[in-house]
T-cell receptor, first 115, second 114 residues
């Protein structure tokens, strides 16, 4: 497809388990972003990539969260030892250049539920 | 500390009337503002933007107004259509800074009634 693709679309896991969320950006987009939206909240910035590099990881909520991007394309967000407060929709976005005119192309999100 | 605030969680208007969605910001370094629209089970999509050097930007039925002194912006949709029913997010950015993130508000759910 031509858009940003995320998988899984839904994930239910038990507290303490690890999860991996995948993002496939639009082909040719050099910048990739992860946001999350918790219930009743706005979009919270987590991390961005320029190519394979993530210069600023300060948005990640804790050291249980990590992200990587390989080949300037697919990115994986990993949450270790999940907690109930990690339940949210995790949104990935990409753009042709880093932020550019601010128009980010979002995927449909991965809904994570931690029981 | 919410730097971008959308104080109305929801708004309901009649088809054909004007919808006005409001957004306030506290960070004076923000100089670029955007509105995104989100339908259920879909990702947000870019709608319209405005730079701080302007006070108005228009695109078809959508107009964004920026009042820098009040740190306030608004999105006007006229005439409103049922297909405009969605959550609208205001976002802001410091284009001169080194952090490449958009700061979003919590969103306003717009319902346009036929």
């Amino acid at each position: 497809g031509a858009g940003v693709s995320q998988s899984p679309s839904n994930k239910v896991t038990e507290k303490g388990k690890d999860v991996e969320l995948r993002c496939d950006p639009i082909s040719g987009h050099t910048a990739l972003y992860w946001y999350r939206q918790s219930l009743g909240q706005g979009l919270e910035f987590l991390i961005y990539f320029q190519g394979n590099s993530a210069p600023d990881k300060s948005g990640l909520p804790s050291d249980r969260f990590s992200a990587e991007r390989t080949g300037g394309s697919v990115s994986t967000l990993t949450i270790q030892r999940t907690q109930q407060e990690d339940s949210a929709v995790y949104l990935c976005a990409s753009s042709l250049v880093l932020l550019g005119n601010g128009e980010l192309f979002f995927g449909e999100g991965s809904r994570l539920t931690v029981l | 500390d919410q730097q971008v605030k959308q104080n109305s969680p929801s708004l309901s208007v009649q088809e054909g009337r004007i919808s006005i969605l409001n957004c306030d910001y506290t960070n004076s370094m923000f100089d670029y503002f955007l509105w995104y629209k989100k339908y259920p089970a879909e990702g947000p999509t870019f709608l319209i933007s405005i730079s701080s050097i302007k006070d108005k930007n228009e695109d078809g039925r959508f107009t964004v107004f920026l009042n820098k002194s009040a740190k306030h912006l608004s999105l006007h949709i006229v005439p409103s259509q049922p297909g405009d029913s969605a959550v609208y997010f205001c976002a802001a950015h410091n284009s001169g800074g080194s952090n490449y993130k958009l700061t979003f508000g919590k969103g306003t759910l717009l319902t346009v009634n036929p």
